[in-house]
């Protein structure tokens, strides 16, 4: 005899039922694809894996890569079909590779190109035309987490603590506004920094503040960080035993340089 199945539990009273994700499309060889890519609908974005369909946007191996949807998501949103969007700090070129699926022209600049379609250039100075860009995408060192080269025009020498990274992160936005349209938009991608034991260095805020000195605010996400090292045993246990928290999300900051 089999036994009388329990009665299905009701719904919670005054919960929505919970909606499953999609599933994701599988590809010719049965591997799951990555989950459609749509517009973030709120204000916390996420998404599963840096880049978005089958790949190849900026390279996985370069430390620091920028999410590619979060790029996609940012020129769909900005900049229609034939604008220009620079990146001046454009490390492995995820902004160039959106953009060339996106049949947008992006022009890429780093002190250390690891690409030949990137130049190089420091984000301070770019060769470029007063007023020509519609979109400005930067991820930039956040202070010194991360040594990407010897270059002295690094930005990732400068200490969190020390003013001159955010002198130098306030020219970098300066050179943005020069360069970009009347109306054209500026998305800083950027992380605090939390040094154990020295403590917690506000960059996001900080940037923040200097951002609004030229810009006018369009809003500010925060992104969810996968990065590896966040999964990692030893960092967990740490930042519990010594009650500190790891970099769980980046901001996203929209701006908008102001009309003519
Ligand atoms: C977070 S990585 C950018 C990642 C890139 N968006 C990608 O997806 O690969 C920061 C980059 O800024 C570059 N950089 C640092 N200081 C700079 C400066 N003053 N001008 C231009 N690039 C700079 C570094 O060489 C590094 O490649």
């Known amino acids: 005899m089999t036994a009388p199945r329990p009665p299905r539990a009701a719904p ?28 973030q609908p709120t204000t916390l974005w996420d998404y599963p894996s840096r880049t ?28 229609r079909e034939g604008g220009l969007v620079v990146d001046p700090f ?16 992006a022009m890429g600049f780093d002190v250390h190109p690891v690409r030949d379609d990137v130049k190089n250039a420091d984000a301070r100075s770019l060769p470029l035309r007063n ?13 010194d987490n991360l040594s990407y080269s010897d270059d002295p025009r690094c930005l990732g020498k400068l200490p969190a603590k020390d003013q001159r990274f955010d002198r130098a992160l ?15 938009v500026i998305a800083l991608y950027i992380c605090d920094v939390y040094h154990h034991p020295s403590g917690f260095y506000p960059i996001g805020f900080r940037a923040f503040e200097l951002l609004r000195k030229r810009f006018l605010p369009i809003d500010i996400a925060a992104v969810v960080r996968h990065n590896a090292s966040l ?3 030893s960092h967990r246990e740490a930042a519990t035993r010594q009650s500190f928290m790891l970099r769980g999300f980046n901001y996203l900051f929209l701006l908008r340089k102001h009309r003519a």
């Open 231 to 233: 999964e990692q045993p």
């Open 170 to 184: 306030d020219l970098c936005f300066a050179e943005a506004h020069r360069v970009l349209k009347p109306e054209g």
């Open 90 to 105: 454009c490390g492995s070129g995820t902004t160039l590779d959106v953009c060339k699926e996106l049949n947008r022209t």
């Open 131 to 143: 007023g020509v860009a519609d979109l400005v995408f930067m991820d930039p060192p956040y202070a």
């Open 12 to 39: 919670a009273r005054g919960k929505t039922t919970q909606r499953l994700p999609d599933r994701p499309d599988r590809t010719v060889r049965g591997r799951p694809d990555k989950p459609r890519l749509q517009p």
């Open 52 to 79: 978005y369909g089958r790949g190849g946007q900026g390279d996985d191996r370069f430390r620091g890569a920028t999410p590619a949807w979060l790029i996609w998501d940012v020129v769909t949103r900005f900049v």
